[in-house]
């Protein structure tokens, strides 16, 4: 069955670094991955989407790449600030290119000033 | 971005009886929403597709007598847990999009004493 692993629950990291967060998943082929943010008792926030087909994408200090390969999107969040502190959540697209999507359990981020 | 309501935020009920939670598209028409739950710490499972004018599809082990879905028109979705159980509390978060990217709604925190 496909699964999805987001590389750690936690990660800190010492404000205006840059944050990286991996994504890799097996079993699967999916059309398009995204990346959302998560605050505590909300719901979800799109960030970024990125296509099968496309290797980077970036908004603004969000960058995200995808290596159909290795099975794998990286998402880096540069210059990091403490109101970038978040769950952040990797979902996989379908691959008859639905809108269902398959979310991994995600990385909770903490930036320390 | 497209928003998306979601009523209840909070609601607390006694078991047996059962809830109604509302999923709303304010600013877009959508064929599809999607329905998913959150236990604390854990990733989003999807529980079902809500389609309009025809019948939701239901993911595996979720039983679709006990979490009735109705999608009557092109902005709402109700999703109403039945016979609601202590087992039953959680996060119901609801999701849609004019396209591939979701936008969820603020999620209904579900307590069944």
């Known amino acids: 069955s496909q699964k999805i692993e987001q590389n750690s629950e936690a990660l800190n990291i010492q404000e205006g670094k840059t944050a990286t967060l991996t994504c890799n998943y097996t079993n699967y082929s999916p059309a398009y991955l995204q990346w959302y943010r998560q605050d505590p008792g909300r719901g979800p926030v799109f960030l970024l989407l990125?296509?099968?087909?496309?290797k980077e994408k970036r908004k603004e200090r969000l960058k995200v790449t995808f290596d159909t390969t290795l099975k794998q999107s990286l998402f880096h969040i540069t210059a990091s600030q403490p109101a970038d502190s978040a769950t952040y959540l990797c979902?996989?697209?379908?691959?008859?290119?639905?809108?269902?999507?398959?979310f991994g359990k995600g990385t909770k981020l903490s930036v320390i000033p | 971005g497209a928003v998306v309501s979601q009523h209840p935020s909070r609601v607390i009920c006694k078991s047996g009886t059962s809830v109604k939670i509302e999923c709303r598209s304010l600013d877009f028409q959508a064929t599809t929403m999607f329905w998913y739950r959150q236990f604390p710490k854990k990733s989003l499972m999807l529980m079902a597709t809500s389609n309009e004018g025809s019948k939701a599809t239901y993911e595996q082990g979720v039983e679709k007598d006990k979490f009735l879905i109705n999608h009557a028109s092109l902005t709402l979705s109700t999703l109403t847990v039945t016979s609601a159980h202590p087992e039953d509390s959680s996060f119901y978060i609801c999701s849609a999009g004019p396209q591939y990217e979701q936008y969820f709604g603020p999620g209904t925190r579900l307590t069944v004493t």
């Open positions: 990125i296509r099968e087909n496309e």
């Open positions: 979902a996989l697209g379908s691959p008859t290119g639905s809108y269902q999507l398959t």
